[in-house]
């Protein structure tokens, strides 16, 4: 294996050095997790999903009295625009606190952006903590280097 194969892109940036364009994103995914529904942990998380043609779909976290009918930001978000037709996506924004650390997507959240992601194109992930000033960028690919696919071969 060479060295490149395994080589970490992840890059911490400035807020106020992303585009006008990116830095909206980061806002939509932040108002979005004020909407959370998170009566069981408090813990509020939203994102912010763009398409290739420019439109945005936000989703937030909404936990469930049975624990695992909980969905996460991510995957709401992304069931909205695929539910407008929507299955191409350039990047997503990502939203929530925990004592100082980006919350990156969970697993599950992982392999549904996979099956959205475009390799050659990969989908741009922003981590944001709203009480900070630098965002995290990486990619599904960074986040999920060995992504299920069904083979039909």
Not at 105 to 133: H, K, T, W
Not at 134 to 150: A, G
């Amino acid at each position: 294996m060479d060295s490149t194969s395994t080589e970490n892109t992840n890059q911490l940036k400035p807020l106020n050095e992303l585009s006008n364009e990116d830095q909206l994103l980061i806002s939509m995914c932040t108002l979005a997790r004020e909407k959370a529904y998170v009566p069981y942990s408090n813990f509020k998380v939203g994102a912010a999903l763009r398409c290739d043609d420019g439109s945005v779909f936000s989703g937030c976290n909404v936990e469930n009295a049975s624990y695992g009918l909980a969905i996460c930001a991510e995957r709401t978000a992304i069931v909205k625009a695929v539910s407008e037709g929507k299955t191409k996506f350039t990047t997503i924004a990502i939203s929530g606190l925990n004592n100082d650390q980006f919350v990156p997507p969970c697993g599950a959240c992982r392999q549904v952006l996979s099956e959205f992601n475009n390799p050659s194109n990969d989908m741009i992930v922003y981590l944001y903590q709203p009480e900070g000033s630098n965002v995290l960028m990486t990619s599904v690919s960074e986040l999920l280097p060995l992504d299920f696919k069904f083979n039909t071969i």
